[in-house]
């Protein structure tokens, strides 16, 4: 089976413009996950989704936002970037909803701001 | 919520011994428990998990153990070998909670 997917893998943008990120989730899977990695503030997460609907969403701003499609695969959405928005950005699916599902990641995306 | 405490923040040992990392968590609800390995430029990888009804799991060099009345969790590597050099992150998830929440990582160096 083919892992997690992310494009694209390296981002340059500037402050002020908007980002969107895609996941493709491993084949059958249903649940994706986003998380920020920082050297600062380690791996935050971001939010998640199954079946199309945002189910926990962490302490980000409204800056941050994102959808899941009808066969799973998911972007994120970066408005009005920071510089602080600088950071690799992992996508994690897992089978199902549940609290013990294994998440596997994704290569991440790393998004640099000038 | 849940807060995830992982010690010591860096660790050297020389190649052929063992490595421990230790964890702790908060929310006694946490009943999943896995580790990353995260290598350079690359996303964490599952090296092993545990869930609350056992106490150790062990997979050939690595193992796990889980005291869920102290509410700490540790991850062993036996016969370090070279490639077991990257940064471990453990963490932790409830039933009920969607997200997982990262201890703060360990940078393991094996010395040859």
């Known amino acids: 089976k083919a892992g997690v997917t992310q494009t694209p893998r390296y981002l340059i943008k500037t402050r002020g413009q908007q980002v969107t990120l895609s996941c493709s989730p491993i084949s059958g899977h249903r649940s994706v996950s986003w998380y920020q990695q920082t050297p600062g503030q380690g791996l935050q997460f971001l939010f998640e989704y199954f079946s199309e609907t945002q189910r926990n969403k962490g302490n980000f701003p409204g800056r941050f936002s994102g959808r899941q499609f009808s066969n799973s695969r998911s972007e994120m959405n970066v408005s009005t970037l920071e510089l602080g928005d600088s950071a690799l950005y992992l996508c994690a699916s897992s089978p199902g909803a549940g609290g013990t599902d294994t998440q596997y990641f994704g290569p991440g995306t790393r998004l640099t701001v000038l | 919520g849940e807060n995830v405490e992982q010690h010591p923040s860096t660790l050297s040992v020389q190649e052929g011994d063992s490595a421990v990392i230790k964890c702790t968590y908060s929310?006694?609800?946490?009943?999943?428990f896995p580790w990353y390995k995260q290598e350079l430029g690359k996303g964490p990888q599952l090296i092993i998990d545990?869930?609350?009804?056992?106490g150790e799991k062990k997979d050939q060099r690595i193992a796990v153990t889980l005291n869920k009345t102290a509410k700490h969790f540790s991850l062993h590597i036996t016969e370090t070998q070279p490639e077991d050099s990257a940064v471990y992150f453990c963490a932790a998830r409830d039933s009920s909670a969607s997200k997982i929440i990262f201890g703060s990582g360990t940078r393991l160096s094996i010395r040859p």
């Open positions: 929310d006694s609800a946490s009943n999943y």
């Open positions: 545990i869930r609350s009804n056992v």
